[in-house]
């Protein structure tokens, strides 16, 4: 497919600064920087919704269970005696 873009004067000299510095032709630096664009909003968008079902998983016994086990784990794995998450504390501060 071939495009024409209309750029502002400023981009274009960003554009032509970064494809000397890199060695690239002004059009493969754009095809190269369009390409990242998208397959950065490809992954947020797997993201957002791996996330999301998390938060749709309606497993509520494993939600408790993961999270005792991590509140337990960040107790244990402390150089220190203090507790993290003191018992008396639960559900006042954490």
Do not use: H
Not at 20 to 49: C, P
């Amino acid at each position: 497919m071939t495009l024409t873009l209309n750029l502002s004067p400023e981009l274009e000299q960003y554009l032509v600064q970064e494809a000397n510095q890199k060695g690239l032709s002004i059009e493969a630096l754009a095809l190269q920087l369009l390409t990242k664009s998208i397959l950065l909003k490809q992954r947020q968008a797997e993201a957002v919704q791996l996330l999301q079902s998390w938060i749709d998983d309606e497993d509520s016994e494993e939600q408790q269970e993961t999270g005792q086990y991590l509140v337990e784990t960040l107790d244990n794995d402390r150089l220190s005696d203090r507790r993290l998450f003191p018992p008396e504390l639960k559900g006042i501060t954490w």
